[in-house]
């Protein structure tokens, strides 16, 4: 054409197929939506690209599906070949038109209406028919997939919230076997950028076998310890249902972070340090350190049971069977409270010898029989060694193709700051002394106000109502006090604000408040006498006006420390 065409100035009209599907009417229609002409070339720019629509389930080329779906005719041009209105083959053929190119009609084009009818034959539409049903069901259930698990991971979201949390707070709450745990688990793991994963609690790395691995990452997670983020693989939960969170979780998929504030590697450089502070030995009380004692005593048990059976298996002996296991068992608990692991590993690489041994020479004897051999072997050794300690050779170091676990090198090294092989009972017990109860108990003590300004607040202050005094011991009842030391003053205090509520009861309708408050106080001093020293009597007191003096607004002689 001698001008430039605007895009309305192009007529074209398209008429639908009857004889074709509605789904691919659609996309006959969609084939030929213009946005507007390139201002360079004239040429259209399409509403969409042909590489988006989807056409091949009618046919492999897009101008074919098209035609079949609608007829397109450009009534202000002309077919090249028979001067008839222009019924377009193509996008292309529309591109050429406005060029004033010579362009062929559909009638002159064979080749269109051959594939035409392939396309609307009754046996292809049906093909087709049935293809497009079964792509939409998959089209429908990759949607629903889509739907359910942004549900499960809104749903997750919603439960694992990385909020800011008291690290400290969490320590002073935490048991020890939670913190050692903690840390057995951030030296066996690592962590990628604050998260820590993937856990393996059924193997040996954090633990010597997979009981004490899941015991001590269960005491650090149910602690808060260790949380769960919200990044965690969907199929790391257990799902009621589509989106209903279950309350299983898969460890070994799980991320997990520790508490504190900021992103998850921030938190992990602020709480490592801080959980390393918390296993001092040094503060450790007299209670931590017995139950310190008896969990490095499991650990040399199991250390020296592992190792015992991964030299059975290097001699290509089976596993032991439960009656095994409960001997051999048996035999570690023995051994580990008399010998370092690195004689218990001497003392099994000679039963393991010796079984193999055994069994080698006895044509009859059974792999199992052979175990049950290597087993008693290993018992007399412990015995030997009993018996004769100075025949006891030099511990055999860590075995580098068996690893210690975590734990064993947290509690030898870390916290004990010995040697995990070459450390006998009587270093470790001797490394455990030296608690400092007594200096805690003392400055427990020295904490409380003495006992005669303490009554002389009670029987002087009016704000010492007989009402107040008693709300007070009842929310003595039920609270539960940070600990100074092992059995210090505040331990029983709510036991004690128990028993003082009832005597006020029992006496305050006889005598009236003022005196019932004066006799329950005076009556503390009992628990004082009963404890050694310890004035958990002065320590209730003590708590008891406190709380009196902060719900008055304090006072102008407040005798709290």
């Given at each position: 054409m001698a001008n430039t065409p605007r895009l309305s100035?192009?007529?074209?009209?398209?008429?639908?197929?009857?004889?074709?599907?509605?789904?691919?009417?659609?996309?006959?229609?969609?084939?030929?939506?213009?946005?507007?002409?390139?201002?360079?070339?004239?040429?259209?720019?399409?509403?969409?690209?042909?590489?988006?629509?989807?056409?091949?389930?009618?046919?492999?080329?897009?101008?074919?599906?098209?035609?079949?779906?609608?007829?397109?005719?450009?009534?202000?041009?002309?077919?090249?070949?028979?001067?008839?209105?222009?019924?377009?083959?193509?996008?292309?053929?529309?591109?050429?038109?406005?060029?004033?190119?010579?362009?062929?009609?559909?009638?002159?084009?064979?080749?269109?209406?051959?594939?035409?009818?392939?396309?609307?034959?009754?046996?292809?539409?049906?093909?087709?028919?049935?293809?497009?049903?079964?792509?939409?069901?998959?089209?429908?259930?990759?949607?629903?997939?889509?739907?359910?698990?942004?549900?499960?991971?809104?749903?997750?979201?919603?439960?694992?919230?990385?909020?800011?949390?008291?690290?400290?707070?969490?320590?002073?709450?935490?048991?020890?076997?939670?913190?050692?745990?903690?840390?057995?688990?951030?030296?066996?793991?690592?962590?990628?950028?604050?998260?820590?994963?993937?856990?393996?609690?059924?193997?040996?790395?954090?633990?010597?076998?997979?009981?004490?691995?899941?015991?001590?990452?269960?005491?650090?997670?149910?602690?808060?310890?260790?949380?769960?983020?919200?990044?965690?693989?969907?199929?790391?939960?257990?799902?009621?249902?589509?989106?209903?969170?279950?309350?299983?979780?898969?460890?070994?998929?799980?991320?997990?972070?520790?508490?504190?504030?900021?992103?998850?590697?921030?938190?992990?450089?602020?709480?490592?340090?801080?959980?390393?502070?918390?296993?001092?030995?040094?503060?450790m009380w007299s209670t931590q350190r017995t139950e310190l004692g008896e969990l490095v005593h499991h650990i040399i048990a199991e250390e020296a049971g592992r190792y015992l059976v991964n030299q059975l298996r290097a001699h290509n002996l089976p596993d032991l069977t439960e009656t095994h296991e409960e001997a051999l068992r048996t035999s570690t608990m023995r051994g580990a409270a008399l010998f370092s692991i690195g004689h218990l590993y001497r003392m099994g690489w000679s039963a393991a010898r010796d079984a193999s041994s055994a069994y080698q020479r006895n044509a009859g004897m059974s792999k199992n029989n052979a175990i049950t051999y290597g087993l008693k072997q290993f018992e007399r050794w412990v015995q030997r060694a009993i018996d004769d300690p100075e025949q006891l050779n030099a511990p055999f170091d860590e075995d580098k193709s068996l690893p210690l676990a975590a734990v064993t090198t947290v509690v030898f090294r870390a916290i004990l700051g010995i040697d995990p092989t070459s450390s006998d009972p009587a270093e470790i017990a001797e490394r455990l002394e030296g608690a400092p109860d007594a200096e805690l108990l003392d400055l427990c003590n020295a904490s409380i106000p003495d006992r005669h300004e303490l009554m002389e607040w009670i029987l002087t202050s009016s704000e010492c109502s007989g009402d107040e005094f008693r709300r007070a011991l009842a929310r003595l009842e039920g609270w539960e006090p940070d600990l100074c030391a092992p059995h210090c003053a505040h331990e029983r205090i709510s036991r004690l604000a128990g028993e003082s509520g009832r005597i006020y009861d029992r006496i305050v309708t006889r005598v009236g408040e003022t005196d019932a408050v004066v006799l329950t106080a005076e009556a503390t001093a009992i628990a004082n006498s009963l404890q050694d020293g310890v004035r958990t009597g002065d320590a209730l007191l003590g708590e008891a006006i406190g709380m009196i003096q902060a719900l008055g607004g304090g006072l102008s002689r407040d005798i709290r420390t």
């Open positions: 100035d192009i007529d074209l009209r398209i008429e639908l197929n009857p004889a074709a599907p509605e789904a691919l009417q659609d996309f006959g229609v969609e084939y030929w939506k213009m946005s507007g002409l390139d201002p360079r070339t004239c040429g259209p720019m399409w509403t969409e690209r042909i590489a988006n629509l989807d056409y091949k389930i009618w046919s492999g080329t897009a101008n074919y599906a098209a035609a079949a779906a609608v007829t397109v005719t450009a009534p202000e041009y002309s077919c090249g070949s028979c001067g008839g209105k222009l019924t377009l083959t193509s996008r292309q053929a529309l591109t050429d038109a406005l060029q004033d190119k010579n362009v062929d009609c559909r009638s002159c084009h064979a080749t269109i209406e051959e594939q035409v009818a392939k396309i609307l034959s009754p046996q292809s539409v049906e093909i087709r028919l049935r293809r497009t049903a079964e792509h939409d069901a998959r089209q429908k259930a990759a949607q629903a997939e889509r739907d359910r698990e942004q549900g499960r991971r809104e749903a997750i979201n919603d439960r694992y919230r990385v909020e800011s949390s008291d690290s400290n707070y969490l320590l002073s709450r935490a048991s020890l076997s939670a913190k050692i745990g903690a840390l057995a688990v951030l030296h066996a793991v690592g962590d990628r950028d604050g998260l820590i994963y993937p856990i393996d609690i059924g193997g040996d790395t954090i633990g010597p076998n997979s009981s004490l691995s899941t015991q001590l990452f269960i005491d650090a997670w149910h602690s808060h310890l260790l949380q769960i983020h919200p990044s965690s693989p969907i199929d790391a939960f257990v799902w009621d249902d589509d989106t209903t969170l279950g309350n299983e979780i898969f460890v070994p998929k799980i991320r997990f972070f520790v508490p504190g504030e900021g992103t998850p590697k921030q938190r992990l450089e602020s709480f490592a340090p801080q959980l390393r502070d918390e296993l001092e030995l040094s503060d």
